[in-house]
């Protein structure tokens, strides 16, 4: 497994600090982030399979600080903070994930519609952390409020809030249009593995045998080589 965390203070919502890690044949670690004064502050957690031929890869971390990540602001007034792969002429600090994501937090102002592309054969979702927005040809989000054409429920174009997720699969862009308060979310795309995936607590595998025999060596304390 591979991971992202994104740190910020909750009052500025402005991203502090980045940290990445391949867990790969051997990390186990606990995170105790610190908020402000009043112990306020949010994070996310993005957590990327390795492939089959990277699954016992010798384990790597990368920490960022603020300053090192790209913040491009467009003719619009559409704000992208790059952590992640390129985008608009710029890289994001971290790399060498294997599934090549692209990671960015992006700022919409109010009423503005904004094309943002995401290039085949990606996929990507959207989770909005701040205001609201519409996402044209998304997955349903939960909660959702349904935006009334002609009478008639118009897919795609839901208002779409703070906390909600939405999947896109294959396609050439996606299309998020702001609320009267702007929208603000991460968007976050990648190469599909096309692999199976055997899944319990913090170990990812291709196959059930695969998963037990993972877990018999971190039961006898082998697991974990470096």
């Known amino acids: ?11 500025t ?9 391949t867990s790969g044949r051997g990390i186990l670690h606990q ?18 399979n390795l492939p089959a031929a990277l699954k016992m890869t010798a384990p790597r971390y990368q920490d960022v600080t603020a300053d090192a990540i790209p913040d491009v602001v467009d003719y619009d007034g559409t704000r992208v903070q790059i952590v992640c792969g390129d985008f608009w002429g710029k890289r994001g600090p971290v790399d060498g994930v294997a599934a090549d ?4 937090d992006v700022s919409v102002p109010p009423g503005v519609t904004r094309r943002l592309p995401v290039e085949r054969p990606r996929h990507a979702f959207a989770y909005v952390f701040a205001s609201a927005g519409r996402f ?21 174009v839901a208002l779409t809030g703070n906390r909600s997720l939405m999947l896109f699969d294959g396609g050439d862009e996606i299309v998020v249009r702001a609320g009267d308060e702007g929208v603000r979310f991460l968007l976050v795309s990648g190469m599909p593995l096309k692999e199976p995936v ?8 291709n196959t059930q045998d695969e ?3 993972a877990f018999e060596e971190l039961r006898a304390g082998t697991f974990i080589r470096d």
């Not at 919502?13 to 890690?21: G, Y």
């Not at 055997?198 to 595998?205: C, D, K, L, N």
């Open 101 to 104: 994501p692209r990671y960015l």
């Open 13 to 21: 919502l402005e991203a502090d600090d980045v940290q990445w890690m």
């Open 136 to 156: 044209v040809d998304a997955s349903d989000p939960l909660p959702v409020e349904t935006e009334l054409v002609d009478g008639e429920e118009s897919p795609g």
């Open 211 to 213: 998963l037990r025999h």
């Open 198 to 205: 055997a899944w319990r607590g913090p170990i990812v595998m």
């Open 1 to 11: 497994m591979e991971h992202v965390d994104s740190l910020g203070n909750r009052g």
């Open 31 to 48: 995170e105790m982030p610190q908020g402000d004064a009043e112990g306020r502050m949010h994070g996310f957690q993005l957590w990327a």
